[in-house]
């Protein structure tokens, strides 16, 4: 089935440093991956699209200067958590859909948990 | 009002009883329906992927939806403990990929 890997599954940084997650989907091209955001017991809530060789559609309320985003091929999405603060702290999922059109399911990488001190 | 509402639970069933789980949303241009599984500290994993009314069974899991009721549901038979988890219902329009998620369904099964 499909597959998607995330990396890391965890990471700790301090305040102000900048941290890097990237999703990969293994057995697939994938030209759309989403990354998601999820508090401690709460849903997922889509932070943005990425989209292989062009810009990355952001969320309302999402900073995208923050939170930078680059899909340079059909197999890898980054997300780079710019100047990273406390409340950053969260688990970000990335998702990819297995197939290309409108009727594929999405599936999840195991995402990575970043703690910020 | 949530687009999707899902009762957070938790729901505590004893080994080998039928899980009820289900979810009721707003936008009737919501077209495919999906339920994830997601463990602790993990991503969630796809179950049941449905686009018509009516019933999808795929080994143990049985997937429902009712879009004139704008209702779907999931039931699991046999539960077993590793079916502990938190269940997310999942909703999309007919055009691109975005997903709304319901707040998720915390179950617990006992032994």
């Known amino acids: 089935g499909a597959v998607v890997s995330q990396h890391p599954s965890w990471v700790i940084c301090k305040s102000g440093t900048s941290v890097k997650i990237e999703c990969r989907s293994l057995?697939?091209?994938?030209?759309?991956m989403f990354w998601y955001r999820q508090f401690p017991k709460q849903s997922l809530m889509l932070m943005a699209t990425?989209?292989?060789?062009?810009?990355?559609?952001?969320e309302q309320g999402v900073e995208k200067d923050k939170f930078l985003i680059n899909h340079a091929s059909l197999t890898l999405s980054t997300l780079t958590v710019t100047s990273a603060h406390p409340e950053d702290s969260s688990f970000y999922i990335c998702?990819?859909?297995?197939?290309?059109?409108?009727?594929?399911?999405?599936?999840f990488g195991n995402g990575t948990r970043l703690t910020v001190t | 009002q949530k687009e999707v509402e899902q009762d957070p639970g938790p729901l505590s069933v004893p080994e080998g009883a039928i899980v009820s789980l289900n979810c009721t949303y707003s936008?009737?241009?919501?077209?495919?329906f999906m339920w994830y599984r997601q463990y602790s500290r993990k991503g969630p994993e796809l179950l049941m992927y449905t686009y018509s009314s009516g019933n999808k069974e795929d080994g143990r899991f049985t997937a429902q939806v009712d879009k004139s009721s704008k209702y779907i549901s999931l039931f699991i038979r046999d539960s077993q403990p590793s079916d502990s988890a938190t269940y997310l219902c999942a909703m999309k329009e007919a055009a691109g990929n975005k997903l709304t998620f319901g707040g998720g369904t915390r179950v617990l099964v006992k032994p």
């Open positions: 990425s989209n292989e060789g062009s810009k990355a559609t952001y």
């Open positions: 998702s990819a859909p297995s197939r290309q059109g409108d009727n594929s399911p999405l599936h």
């Open positions: 057995d697939f091209q994938a030209t759309t």
């Open positions: 936008n009737s241009a919501f077209q495919y």
